[in-house]
């Protein structure tokens, strides 16, 4: 059973970094694609950022491209999300997400497992 635990988060200045992680367990992160989402009170949930397994190829949301970087970790079977000069615009719960395909997409609807969310707010 594939299961993703979330860790990071938390409140941070306008302008700062955070780093979100999600690890995996119940399932070989070599043959999954990943996704990180987010969702503020109101609105839907939306891509951040995505790695394919086939290739390690990533995709960023126009929103957030040159400020995060999603990465992985395969010893640790963990997925990154790291995040730089955080705006305002960018609280949100945020998503890990997996599915077992070679190439990711930006459609939340392709990814079959979730990790828990995690809040992150900027504020000053």
């Known amino acids: 059973q594939v299961q993703l635990v979330q860790s990071g988060g938390g409140l941070v200045q306008p302008g700062g970094s955070l780093r979100l992680s999600c690890t995996g367990s119940g399932f070989n992160l070599d043959y999954y694609s990943f996704g990180w989402f987010r969702q503020a009170p109101g609105k839907e949930r939306e891509v951040v950022s995505i790695?394919?397994?086939?290739?390690?190829?990533?995709g960023y949301a126009d929103s957030v491209k040159g400020r995060f970087t999603i990465s992985r970790d395969k010893a640790k079977n963990t997925v990154y999300l790291q995040m730089n000069s955080l705006k305002p615009e960018g609280a949100a719960v945020y998503y890990c997400?997996?599915?077992?395909?070679?190439?990711?997409?930006?459609?939340?609807?392709?990814?079959?497992?979730w990790g828990q969310g995690t809040q992150v707010a900027v504020s000053s």
């Open positions: 997400a997996a599915e077992r395909r070679a190439l990711a997409t930006y459609y939340h609807g392709d990814f079959g497992s």
């Open positions: 790695m394919s397994s086939a290739d390690g190829s990533t």
